[in-house]
C-alpha cells in the first residue's frame, strides 16, 4: 500500500489578548513547536502562515483564508496547530471546518497539544474536541468581557482609551496618555474651524487644502508614524474628514470616549454609539480652538441646514436667517456672473426658485445691499446706544421681563390643561 506524502501548512495566531500571557503563546514559540513536531512525524512543510494580532473569534482573517485557499485547492493536504484556539474561537466555524470541510477536501488536521489528529476520528480527543471548542469560545466571550471593563474604567479615570491620537495632537507620556498639541498639524486645525467660521463649506475646505498639498490625515499618519497601510497618492482631503474634525470636542480640551462599539465578540462590525452613551471627561488637556470659535462655528452649524451653499462652495453669513415674507419659506441663496466676470451673490424665495411662480412670488434681493441694510441698522443701534445708553439698557430689561412673564403664563396654563 502507498504511503500518503503528507504536505503541511503551519498555522499560527497570536491576538492582542494573548500577547499579554507572555512567551508561551509568542509566533516563535509556536513555530519551535509545530517545526519540531513536522520534523519529527515526517510531514513536508510547504509553508507558514501568520495572523498576528488577530482574533479568533472571526475566521475573516487573511492568513487563514490563505491556508483554507491552499488546502482546499490541494495545495497541502494537511494543517498543524498548536492548540485548537490557535486555528479559531468560534465553536460553530470550528466544527464546520474539522466535521464537513475538511474531510469533503480530504484534509488532515492536526492541533498538537489538543491531541486532536483528524486521521483519528475514534480516539478520546476528537470526542471531547466540541466541548474543548465550546471551552475556546467561552474563554473569548469571557475575555471580551473584561477588556470592556477595563477601557469603561480606563475612559472613567480621563486614560486616553484610543490606539492612536487624532489629527492635530501627538500621544502624551504621562499616565493618563494626555493628548498634547502637534505645532506641525494644530495650525491646519484652527485654520479649518476660521475657514468653517467664515462661510466656507467643508467640501470647499477640503478642495483648497487638496489644492494646496497640505497632508491630508491619512497621509500624515502614515508618513509620520507608519500607520495603517500606504493611503491614495493623490493625497485627497474629504468633506467628511472636515465635517468630523468640526465635531471633535477633543479639539477644546474635552476627552469623548467610547463613542464606537461592536455587535458582540464575535461580530466586529463597528458601529457609532449615540452621544448620550460617550463618556467624556472634561478640560483633561491643551485646547487647540477656543470655546469663541467652537461657538461660533456651531451656531452657524445650527442656522445653515444641508445645501446652503453655492457651486462654489460659499455660504453667505446670512444663509439660513432670510425668510420669506409671503410663504414663510427660508431664502434662497445664488449667484449670477456680471458683465465684468464677478460674481454677484443675491436671495430669492425657496419656493419661488424651486417651483416657480403657481407656489410664490419673486423677492429678489440683493446680499450686497441686504449687508448694507443689516449694517445700517447696526450703526443705528449703536449710536442710539451712544446717545442714550441709560434709556436702552432699560427698554432691554423690560422687553426680557415681559418675555420672562410669557413663558411663565404659557407654563402655567399648560400645566393647568393637563
Known sequence: MKTKNYIAGLYFRLSQEDERQGESLSIENQRRVLRKYAEDNGFEIHDEYIDDGVSGTTFDRPEVQRLLDDAKTGVINTIIVKDLSRFGRNYIEVGQYLDYVF??????????????????????????MPIVNLFNEWHAANTSKKIRA???????????????????????TDKKRAPIIDEETAPVVRQIFEMYASGISPRKIAEIFTEEGIPSPAVYAYEKYGQKSKPNALNIWHSSVVRDMLHNIIY??????????????KNKKRFRKDE????????????????????????????????????????????????????????KLAAHRTKKGSLSYYFNCGYYSRYGKHMCFSHY????????????????????????????????IRHNAELADKAVKSTKKELQGK
Open 252 to 265: 477644546i480640551g474635552h476627552m469623548p470616549q467610547l463613542r464606537w462599539t461592536s455587535l458582540s465578540y
Open 276 to 331: 448620550s452613551e460617550w463618556t467624556i471627561i472634561y478640560n483633561t488637556h491643551e485646547p487647540i480652538i477656543s470655546q469663541e470659535l467652537w461657538d461660533k462655528v456651531h451656531a452657524r452649524m445650527k442656522s445653515v441646514s444641508n445645501g446652503k451653499t453655492t457651486k462654489q462652495g460659499y455660504t453667505h453669513p446670512l444663509s439660513g436667517f432670510l425668510f420669506c415674507a409671503d410663504c414663510g419659506q427660508k431664502l
Open 150 to 172: 477595563v477601557k469603561r474604567a480606563n475612559a472613567a479615570e480621563g486614560i486616553y482609551t484610543a490606539k492612536k491620537v487624532i489629527y492635530g495632537y501627538i500621544m502624551g
Open 103 to 128: 474531510p469533503a477536501f480530504g484534509i488532515r488536521f492536526i492541533a498538537i497539544q489538543d491531541n486532536v489528529d483528524t486521521s483519528n476520528r475514534e480516539s478520546n480527543a476528537m470526542e471531547m
Open 365 to 396: 434681493i440683493s446680499a450686497k445691499v441686504l449687508e448694507e441694510i443689516i449694517l445700517g441698522d447696526i450703526r443705528e443701534m449703536a449710536q442710539r446706544i451712544v446717545l442714550d445708553e441709560k434709556a436702552i439698557r432699560e427698554e432691554f
